[in-house]
């Protein structure tokens, strides 16, 4: 067997947590290979709504198993939250769910680190989601981490102190004052007493080696799904740095965070909205700062799962579009959030960047927005509402326009269309 991928095309948010629950059924392991609780994946059925932020997906099926593998980056007092959201509306997530001993773990002070440097770039910081990301990669590459298999070790707690303390000289360095600083609501001191209550929670929960249990899984003919977090764009290598995420977002990083070989990655499915969102700073050419910009944020109710943030909204860019598919080996397309376009009379779609006089269609190595803009394609909008179709051959003919326009342009099917945040909002072509 082979790892099946699911991962987000755009700047994050594309749909990825209603797709893998939706796709869920299918697969006997769901695994989540990159990043931490800067994600927040929305799941909707029964009219209720969750958000997860480190546990995958899959978690709503009870008969599947649910991995965080070594690339993620676990910030205990949330995961802890997260378990008891889950466990108060009747989920056992426990039961099926298994944390890589290589995971490495986010501490407070990653937080406080994240915050000081944010405001250490003023106008040119990155709208960081201040979970401690970039810290806490940093120190995992800097080999000064600390891994969820060291929470049992004898020495976990004088590690700690250690690494907080480097910490806090670089906090002083910065002259950040995090005295009344609040970290989700709590004082430094609250907030690092609830991660170590968290931290005893872990201590109960079921750690592996999961590259061995990945493999043998495969080797067992079991079916695996790999869930991407944030989005090909915000790829600490080909995203637009620096505004981007500090891991890997792209297939590649499935292999580094699971440890599956490269001849081991099966289907990629990409997912995309129908339109452009971005949170967060950093270059985006088709960003709309108008009253279409705003209908689609109304429409879309783009305000972000994990921080709140109206996000910034813009219409489709294909260009950057056939920049992911092909880091990504995208096989199969997904795209999300076509009920948002329900009611525009036109839908406009860049094929190409209009950049210093000329027309191109790839990324340059900087992206500077004056310099850059659109090249649109104008094409008509359905302007009814789709949101109850669950069949193919009932779309609108603009849709169908549509699809078969973005198809055309990036050689690539689409395989499902979402029309709604709910479970059974999906049409399958
Ligand atoms: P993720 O991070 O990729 O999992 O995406 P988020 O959960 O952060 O953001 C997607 C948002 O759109 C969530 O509020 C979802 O409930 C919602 N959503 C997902 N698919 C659709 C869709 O097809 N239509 C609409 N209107 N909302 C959707
Ligand atoms: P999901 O998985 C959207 C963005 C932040 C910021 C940049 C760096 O829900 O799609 P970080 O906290 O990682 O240092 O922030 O990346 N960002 C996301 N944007 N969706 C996400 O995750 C994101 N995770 C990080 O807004 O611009
Ligand atoms: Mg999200």
């Known amino acids: 067997m082979k790892v099946d991928v699911l991962l987000g095309l755009q700047w994050g948010d594309e749909g990825k947590g209603k797709i893998v629950d939706v796709l869920t059924p299918e697969y006997d392991i769901i695994a989540r290979f990159q990043g931490g609780p800067n994600a927040g994946h929305t799941i909707e059925f029964d009219d209720k709504k969750f958000i997860l932020h480190t546990i995958p997906s899959g978690i709503f099926n009870e008969k599947t198993i649910n991995i965080i593998g070594n690339g993620v980056i676990i910030d205990a007092y949330i995961f802890n939250k997260e378990l008891i959201n889950l466990k108060n509306n009747n989920i056992d997530a426990e039961k099926n ?102 931290i005893e929670k872990i201590r109960t929960l079921k750690t592996i080696d999961s590259e061995y249990f990945i493999n043998q899984s495969l080797k067992n003919n079991k079916s695996i799904l790999a869930e991407g977090a944030q989005g090909t764009l915000l790829d600490v290598d080909f995203g637009s740095y620096p505004f981007v995420t500090s891991s890997n977002t792209i ?10 070989a490269p001849n081991r990655i099966g289907n990629v499915f990409g997912v995309f909205k129908a339109y452009c969102t971005r949170v967060g700073s950093g270059p985006f050419p088709t960003e709309l700062s108008d009253e279409t910009g705003e209908k689609l944020r109304d429409k879309g109710n783009e305000f972000g799962s994990t921080t709140g943030r109206p996000r910034r909204c813009g219409w489709l860019d294909i260009t950057a579009l056939k920049y992911s598919i092909m880091l990504n080996g995208v096989t199969s397309l997904i795209m999300t959030k076509a009920d948002v376009l329900n009611h525009f009379e036109n839908i406009n779609i860049s094929t190409k960047y ?36 669950t069949s193919f051959d009932n779309i609108p003919a603009e849709l169908s326009d549509y699809i078969n326009f973005i198809e055309h342009q990036v050689g690539i099917p689409i395989k499902i269309i979402s029309v709604g945040p709910d479970r059974k909002q999906i049409i399958r072509k």
């Open 97 to 198: 769910l298994l944390i890589s001993k290589k995971a490495h773990l986010i501490l407070p002070t990653h937080r406080l680190l994240d915050a000081t440097y944010e405001n250490a770039k003023g106008k040119s910081k990155i709208g960081s989601t201040l979970k401690g990301i970039g810290p806490a990669y940093t120190d995992k590459t800097a080999r000064d981490g600390i891994r969820i298999g060291n929470i049992n070790n004898p020495d976990f707690k004088k590690n700690y102190n250690n690494l907080k303390q480097k910490h806090l000289q670089i906090i002083d360095f910065y002259k950040f004052d995090y005295t009344e600083y609040l970290i989700d609501g709590l004082l430094f001191s609250e907030y690092e007493e609830k991660w170590f209550e968290a």
């Open 251 to 260: 297939t590649a990083g499935v292999c580094i965070g699971l440890g599956v």
């Open 354 to 389: 209009k950049y210093n006089n000329d027309i191109i269609d790839y990324i340059p190595f900087e992206l500077p927005d004056e310099k850059l803009n659109p090249d649109y394609n104008i094409l008509k909008g359905w302007n009814t509402s789709i949101d109850n179709i």
